[in-house]
């Protein structure tokens, strides 16, 4: 899987996205708009295309939070900021910090190379990457280039989604599976998801009693298995962008990116290990 097409343009492209979730540009633009604490600007920010949606609708989207974590954000969120003021608020953000970072300018190629791989996705059952295509497209180069790389990650988060409810899995359950597999620790997820240590202990159980994971919660043979098959769907379901790109056109979006995305990393704006698995391209 890590030599896959599909898993190599999310590993490049990945962290360009993430700056967002880190960058102080981000919080303080949320805290300017009005939002009040970080995590109601993670969910505002990133539901904002959506327009008001409730807890309810965000949690089934957002699938790997806990349903109490994301009801302490929504819908009290847009009792402070308009959905258009925090999206606005949010792409000025995240303009400044990739500036910041990699300079303003020479991100032409790449910008349009993301473009190009985003105009492939197909957005049946996938709401948040549907919305945020319908995000008009910014002036600058570099809100291009982040805007073209939400929509490819949300794009594949909700492949990722569908994949892993159709293995019979609960947000948590895959979580967990994940931290099975060994690719993140347990303390690089939980406190940034919500869920309790009674929440993660029923849904260990759970796993265990399907025989996807063994007495120390690492996977089993079926729980690896079933871990591959899950990816191997998400890969699949990312497809229609590397399709649309081309050998050529990938490789060269990747020659492009790749520096990029280690600059993000090596200036400490992304922290690895991360809650995304993203590692290091």
């Known amino acids: 899987m890590s030599t896959s097409p599909v898993r190599r343009l999310w ?10 979730y880190f960058a102080p540009e ?3 633009a949320a805290k300017e708009v009005g939002l009040r604490g970080y995590w109601m600007g993670y969910f505002a920010g ?11 609708a965000a949690t089934s989207m957002l699938f790997g939070f806990a349903p109490a974590m994301v009801a302490r954000a929504l819908p009290d969120a847009w009792s402070f900021a308009a959905p ?71 794009h594949r ?3 990722h989604v569908l994949a892993a409810v159709h293995a019979g899995l609960t947000g948590l359950e ?10 993140i620790a347990r303390g690089d997820v939980q ?37 591959r098959r899950i990816e191997e769907d998400t890969d699949r379901l990312a497809a229609a962008p590397v399709e649309a790109l081309g050998p050529a056109g990938l490789s060269r979006l990747l020659a492009l ?16 290990p991360n809650p995304m698995g993203v590692p290091r391209p």
């Open 11 to 20: 590993a490049a492209v990945e962290p360009l996205h993430a700056v967002v």
């Open 26 to 28: 981000t919080a303080a």
């Open 46 to 56: 990133r539901l904002a295309p959506l327009g008001p949606v409730g807890p309810a």
């Open 84 to 154: 258009a003021d925090v999206l606005g608020s949010r792409l000025s953000a995240v303009e400044a910090a990739l500036s910041r970072v990699l300079g303003p300018s020479g991100h032409d190629e790449l910008a349009s190379l993301l473009e190009r791989a985003a105009s492939a996705c197909h957005f049946d059952g996938r709401p948040l990457a549907a919305a945020w295509s319908a995000v008009p497209r910014p002036a600058g180069v570099l809100g291009r280039l982040w805007l073209a790389a939400t929509v490819l990650r949300e």
């Open 157 to 159: 988060g909700d492949g």
């Open 174 to 183: 895959t979580t967990v599976t994940h931290i099975g597999e060994g690719v």
């Open 191 to 227: 406190p940034h998801r919500g869920w309790s240590d009674a929440d993660w202990t029923s849904s260990v159980s759970a796993l265990r009693t399907r025989g996807l994971l063994d007495a120390s919660g690492r996977s089993t043979p079926a729980g690896t298995a079933l871990r």
């Open 257 to 272: 990116a790749v520096p990029l995305s280690r600059a993000v990393i090596d200036a400490g704006v992304i922290p690895v």
